[in-house]
């Protein structure tokens, strides 16, 4: 299963449009207030380091479902969460041409990487290490020792012998 499944490269695509809008929005926004033009600059510098910075994360997030990091997941699960009330009060202000879009990249988004496809995909990455061991062998063992331990501790309580 160490081929990519469309899936997760379709959610990734739909995230990183969304990072490049957000960053494209931000240098807008910067050069706005570069140049003078934005009616209250202190609010437009801080809607400018919001824009860029959560651009870039997005960005990050795309690259990270790409590569089959798990931690990649859940930031663009929020990130389509977050989308959805913008896109419906961008519909309320009578702005389809921004609410639509929006939207539907957000469930879009949100359908592919929940999907099935992309959830397995993610969880064989994520079971491998770097050294090619599985990464749940040490929590194994463990709780294999201790059951073992108990039931040998149960089979002394039976026969009486301490050890």
């Known amino acids: 299963m160490s081929k990519r499944p469309s899936t997760v490269s379709a959610a990734a695509a739909l995230e990183g449009a969304e990072g490049l809008a957000a960053v494209g929005f931000g240098l807008f926004s910067g050069i ?70 929006l939207g539907v990249v957000a469930v879009l988004a949100l359908l592919l990487v929940l999907s099935p496809p992309v959830t397995a995909w993610i969880n064989f990455q994520s079971g491998d290490d770097e050294d090619g061991s599985e990464a749940g062998d040490g929590r194994g063992e463990s709780q294999a020792g201790s059951q073992g331990d108990s039931q040998a501790d149960g089979a002394d309580r039976k026969t009486g012998s301490n050890s």
């Open 32 to 101: 706005e207030t570069a140049v003078g033009a934005a009616v209250d600059p202190t609010s437009a510098v801080a809607v400018t380091v919001l824009a860029l910075g959560g651009g870039l994360a997005m960005l990050g997030c795309a690259r990270m479902l790409l590569r089959g990091d798990s931690r990649g997941r859940a930031p663009i699960v929020l990130t389509q969460l977050f989308a959805l009330p913008v896109a419906w009060s961008l519909w309320q202000s009578e702005q389809p041409f921004y609410a639509v879009p």
